[in-house]
């Protein structure tokens, strides 16, 4: 079956880095995406993956590992505003997305 | 200002009534979707839509209906079959052949009471 894995929750320090790791098992694979989800809104898309190695963006940074089905997102300097569901998904040979369950961030002061 | 917009934001409903919550895009994008998110769970797919007057089932499709007349809107009836109907629902589109990235609404809650 198809499947992602991800921590349910994880507890940082502002200012501090975290890394947040996703595991899957798919039927095929054409990329890895994050989401970011603020409660009570929309996922917004944070990052995309196809090949292996790390993409960053400014703070944010993701790392895919096609062969180990493993992928990680790795915020930087966090902010109180970081705080939030991160959303793994990784997409299908039939172009559909499956979703893991999503990693609730705390942000201690 | 192109986005995606679902309505309304809060949706009550009771017991046996069909509802219908609204998607529309002005992103000119081929495909559309509709997912369910519960707490505690992945999102999961109703219902896809990948060119005007077709569209196809997702993995809990039973209990809801749409319809894709025109490409810029994707509505989803949440019918009386649906036996717990109470979540947030979350309209996503996307041009079709780059990376295929889903954007997604700010979706609806809508409550059965």
């Known amino acids: 079956g198809q499947n992602i894995d991800q921590p349910t929750e994880m507890t940082a320090t502002e200012g501090a880095i975290v890394q947040i790791n996703c595991t899957y098992q798919?039927?095929?694979?054409?990329?890895l995406f994050w989401y970011q989800q603020h409660a009570g809104e929309a996922p917004t898309f944070l990052s995309y993956n196809v090949l292996d190695g790390l993409e960053e963006k400014g703070r944010f940074s993701s790392f895919l590992s096609r062969s180990k089905g493993y992928s990680y997102l790795l915020l930087k300097e966090l902010q109180m505003k970081d705080s939030a569901s991160y959303l793994c998904a990784a997409m299908d040979s039939n172009y559909q997305l499956i979703w893991g369950a999503g990693t609730k961030l705390i942000i201690k002061p | 200002d192109g986005g995606i917009t679902q309505s309304p934001k809060y949706l009550f409903r009771k017991e046996g009534q069909n509802v219908t919550l609204s998607c529309e895009q002005n992103l000119n994008h081929d495909a559309m979707y509709w997912y369910r998110q519960d707490p505690g769970q992945g999102l999961r797919l109703i219902y896809y839509?990948?060119?005007?007057?077709?569209?196809q089932k997702g993995d809990i499709a039973e209990g809801y209906s749409v319809s894709r007349e025109k490409k810029e809107s994707f509505p989803l009836t949440v019918t009386s079959a649906q036996k717990n109907p109470t979540a947030f629902y979350l309209c996503?589109?996307?041009?079709?052949?780059?990376?295929?990235?889903?954007?997604f609404g700010p979706g609806t809650r809508l409550t059965v009471l």
């Open positions: 798919t039927s095929g694979f054409n990329g």
């Open positions: 996503a589109s996307t041009t079709l052949g780059d990376t295929d990235t889903q954007y």
């Open positions: 839509s990948q060119i005007v007057n077709d569209f």
